[in-house]
C-alpha cells in the first residue's frame, strides 16, 4: 500500500489516491469492504481521469493474471490484469489474435472491457464486449459471474462502466484464428475530406479493417486530405513465408519530456506535409506485420513525453451515419482555428452493444490529439461538444478529460439504465473515479 499521484495518459489532471496491488478475489472483497471510495486501474492508459481517485483507494489490477489454455473454438479465460500485449504474445503463435484491439497493446483486458474499446474493425465486428462470453465481477455487494444470459443488466452496465460497477478478475472471450502474423494492406491517398469519406463510406464492407489519418492543418480544397489504410489478415498462400511470431517490443523510447510547445501548428504542419508526401497513392497487397498495422505507437515506449509536461487531450467523439456532415464541420472548425492536432484518426462504426454506456453507435468516428496551451483549445472544444450533441452523438468517456455534466445525460440517454445495475451492486456508492465524479457518473 502506497500513496501515489496517478493521471491519464494524456497526463493532464494527476491526483493522489492510496495504491493497492491485490493478489486474487479474496484481496479485491476485502478492500472493497473496507474503503468508502474505490476505482481499479490497469496500465493507466485511459487518456483522463477515469483509473484515478483523489483522496479515495485505487486497486491496481496487474497481479489479477493468468491466461487458460485457448480451446479449439478459440474461448480463453483471462485474468483482468493481463495485457492485450501479454495475451498476444500467448496467443499468436497458437494461431489466435484478440477480436478488437485498440491502437495499443498496452491495456489490460479489465480495461479493455471497462472502456469497451473499439478498433479498426468495428464496422465488421463491433467492440471488445461483443466478444466477451463471461466475467467475473467483485462489487461491493459481493461477487458475481455474468455474461449475455447471466444477470445480463449487470453485464452490459460492466461493458463500458469504466470501472464504475465492481473490479474484474477474470474475463472469458473468443479469439479470432489467424494464419500468419501479418496483414495485408491497401493504401490510397485523397487529397480531400469529401474524397476518403466517399471511398470509406463505399468501400469498407470489403475488409476487416479501416481506418484514416486525416490532416487538420490544411485548409481550402486540401481541407482533410488523408491516408485511408485498410486491409485483411494475411492467409499461408498470400505470403511467401508465413511465420506466426509475436509482438515486436518498443524499439524507441522518449527519455523525457520534450519542451513545451514543441508540437507546435509550425512543427505539426511540416510532419504531416511529410506523412501524406511519404505515403503511396494507391497501393494495393502489401504485407505488414500485426505490430505495424495495428501498434503503430507501441514501438515507441512513453511517446506521450513527447507533449511535454502540460500534456495532451484526446478528444473523440462520433455520430451517426447520417451525420457525416458533423465531422466535415470539426475538421473545418480545428483547420480554421489553427488549434494543432498532431494525430486525427477517423473510422467507421457498425452497430454497438446493449451496454448503457458504451461508446460506439453506427457512423463515423473521429479522434483528435491536442496539445495542452493553445488559448482557443478550450473554446474549439466546447464548440465541437455542440456539434455532437446537436448531431445525436457522444464523447467517448476513455478519452475524455473536460467535458462538462450537463452534457452527458443528452449523450447518454440511457444513463438511468446503467445507475440502476450500479446501485444493486454498490448501495453506497463506492465505485468512483475523478472521471464519475466531474461527470456525475454515481447514483445518488
Given at each position: 500500500?502506497?500513496?501515489?499521484?496517478?493521471?491519464?495518459?494524456?497526463?493532464?489532471?494527476?491526483?493522489?489516491?492510496?495504491?493497492?496491488?491485490?493478489?486474487?478475489?479474496?484481496?479485491?472483497?476485502?478492500?472493497?469492504?473496507?474503503?468508502?471510495?474505490?476505482?481499479?486501474?490497469?496500465?493507466?492508459?485511459?487518456?483522463?481521469?477515469?483509473?484515478?481517485?483523489?483522496?479515495?483507494?485505487?486497486?491496481?489490477?496487474?497481479?489479477?493474471?493468468?491466461?487458460?489454455?485457448?480451446?479449439?473454438?478459440?474461448?480463453?479465460?483471462?485474468?483482468?490484469?493481463?495485457?492485450?500485449?501479454?495475451?498476444?504474445?500467448?496467443?499468436?503463435?497458437?494461431?489466435?489474435?484478440?477480436?478488437?484491439?485498440?491502437?495499443?497493446?498496452?491495456?489490460?483486458?479489465?480495461?479493455?472491457?471497462?472502456?469497451?474499446?473499439?478498433?479498426?474493425?468495428?464496422?465488421?465486428?463491433?467492440?471488445?464486449?461483443?466478444?466477451?462470453?463471461?466475467?467475473?465481477?467483485?462489487?461491493?455487494?459481493?461477487?458475481?459471474?455474468?455474461?449475455?444470459?447471466?444477470?445480463?443488466?449487470?453485464?452490459?452496465?460492466?461493458?463500458?462502466?469504466?470501472?464504475?460497477?465492481?473490479?474484474?478478475?477474470?474475463?472469458?472471450?473468443?479469439?479470432?484464428?489467424?494464419?500468419?502474423?501479418?496483414?495485408?494492406?491497401?493504401t490510397e491517398r485523397f487529397a480531400d475530406l469529401d474524397g476518403v469519406m466517399s471511398a470509406m463510406a463505399s468501400g469498407d464492407e470489403a475488409y476487416r479493417y479501416s481506418v484514416a489519418w486525416v490532416d487538420c492543418m490544411t485548409?481550402?480544397?486540401?481541407?482533410?486530405?488523408?491516408?485511408?489504410?485498410?486491409?485483411?489478415?494475411?492467409?499461408?498462400?498470400?505470403?511467401?513465408?508465413?511465420?506466426?511470431?509475436?509482438?515486436?517490443?518498443?524499439?524507441?523510447?522518449?527519455?523525457?519530456?520534450?519542451?513545451?510547445?514543441?508540437?507546435?501548428?509550425?512543427?505539426?504542419?511540416?510532419?504531416?506535409?511529410?506523412?501524406?508526401?511519404?505515403?503511396?497513392?494507391?497501393?494495393?497487397?502489401?504485407?505488414?506485420?500485426?505490430?505495424?498495422?495495428?501498434?503503430?505507437?507501441?514501438?515507441?515506449?512513453?511517446?506521450?513525453?513527447?507533449?511535454?509536461?502540460?500534456?495532451?487531450?484526446?478528444?473523440?467523439?462520433?455520430?451517426?451515419?447520417?451525420?457525416?456532415?458533423?465531422?466535415?464541420?470539426?475538421i473545418t472548425r480545428l483547420s480554421s482555428s489553427r488549434v494543432p492536432s498532431f494525430l486525427a484518426v477517423l473510422k467507421r462504426f457498425g452497430a454497438g452493444t446493449p451496454g448503457p454506456l458504451s461508446f460506439p453507435m453506427p457512423?463515423?468516428?473521429?479522434?483528435?490529439?491536442?496539445?495542452?496551451?493553445?488559448?482557443?483549445?478550450?473554446?474549439?472544444?466546447?464548440?465541437?461538444?455542440?456539434?455532437?450533441?446537436?448531431?445525436?452523438?457522444?464523447?467517448?468517456?476513455?478519452?475524455?478529460?473536460?467535458?462538462?455534466?450537463?452534457?452527458?445525460?443528452?449523450?447518454?440517454?440511457?444513463?438511468?439504465?446503467?445507475l440502476e445495475a450500479k446501485n444493486r451492486v454498490d448501495p453506497e456508492h463506492k465505485m468512483v473515479s475523478d472521471l464519475a465524479r466531474r461527470l456525475h457518473l454515481v447514483g445518488e
Amino acid at each position: 500500500m502506497e500513496r501515489a499521484a496517478l493521471s491519464g495518459w494524456g497526463r493532464t489532471s494527476p491526483s493522489v489516491a492510496t495504491l493497492v496491488t491485490p493478489l486474487n478475489e479474496a484481496d479485491v472483497a476485502n478492500e472493497l469492504a473496507s474503503s468508502p471510495a474505490v476505482i481499479a486501474r490497469g496500465l493507466g492508459r485511459s487518456y483522463g481521469d477515469a483509473a484515478q481517485l483523489g483522496g479515495g483507494l485505487v486497486i491496481d489490477n496487474r497481479d489479477l493474471g493468468g491466461i487458460s489454455p485457448i480451446d479449439d473454438g478459440g474461448v480463453v479465460t483471462v485474468g483482468a490484469g493481463v495485457s492485450v500485449d501479454e495475451l498476444l504474445t500467448f496467443a499468436i503463435p497458437q494461431g489466435w489474435f484478440v477480436p478488437v484491439t485498440p491502437g495499443t497493446r498496452q491495456v489490460t483486458i479489465g480495461g479493455a472491457v471497462a472502456a469497451d474499446v473499439h478498433g479498426k474493425n468495428h464496422h465488421v465486428d463491433g467492440s471488445f464486449g461483443a466478444h466477451v462470453t463471461e466475467m467475473r465481477l467483485v462489487t461491493p455487494s459481493g461477487p458475481f459471474t455474468i455474461s449475455p444470459t447471466q444477470d445480463a443488466d449487470l453485464f452490459w452496465a460492466t461493458v463500458g462502466g469504466m470501472g464504475l460497477t465492481g473490479v474484474l478478475t477474470t474475463v472469458t472471450l473468443k479469439m479470432l484464428r489467424i494464419e500468419t502474423d501479418q496483414v495485408l494492406v491497401d493504401t490510397e491517398r485523397f487529397a480531400d475530406l469529401d474524397g476518403v469519406m466517399s471511398a470509406m463510406a463505399s468501400g469498407d464492407e470489403a475488409y476487416r479493417y479501416s481506418v484514416a489519418w486525416v490532416d487538420c492543418m490544411t485548409r481550402g480544397k486540401r481541407m482533410g486530405r488523408s491516408i485511408l489504410t485498410r486491409g485483411d489478415h494475411a492467409t499461408k498462400g498470400d505470403v511467401e513465408t508465413p511465420t506466426l511470431k509475436g509482438p515486436r517490443p518498443p524499439r524507441l523510447s522518449v527519455p523525457f519530456d520534450a519542451p513545451s510547445g514543441l508540437l507546435n501548428p509550425l512543427s505539426i504542419k511540416v510532419f504531416n506535409e511529410l506523412w501524406f508526401r511519404s505515403a503511396p497513392r494507391h497501393q494495393l497487397g502489401e504485407a505488414q506485420s500485426l505490430s505495424t498495422f495495428f501498434h503503430p505507437l507501441d514501438g515507441v515506449r512513453d511517446w506521450n513525453r513527447l507533449y511535454g509536461r502540460r500534456g495532451f487531450v484526446q478528444y473523440q467523439f462520433c455520430v451517426p451515419g447520417s451525420a457525416g456532415e458533423t465531422v466535415v464541420d470539426a475538421i473545418t472548425r480545428l483547420s480554421s482555428s489553427r488549434v494543432p492536432s498532431f494525430l486525427a484518426v477517423l473510422k467507421r462504426f457498425g452497430a454497438g452493444t446493449p451496454g448503457p454506456l458504451s461508446f460506439p453507435m453506427p457512423g463515423w468516428t473521429l479522434a483528435l490529439d491536442l496539445p495542452v496551451g493553445p488559448a482557443k483549445l478550450p473554446g474549439v472544444l466546447d464548440d465541437l461538444d455542440e456539434m455532437v450533441l446537436s448531431a445525436g452523438g457522444r464523447i467517448y468517456f476513455a478519452k475524455d478529460a473536460r467535458l462538462s455534466p450537463q452534457k452527458v445525460r443528452a449523450m447518454y440517454p440511457r444513463l438511468d439504465e446503467f445507475l440502476e445495475a450500479k446501485n444493486r451492486v454498490d448501495p453506497e456508492h463506492k465505485m468512483v473515479s475523478d472521471l464519475a465524479r466531474r461527470l456525475h457518473l454515481v447514483g445518488e
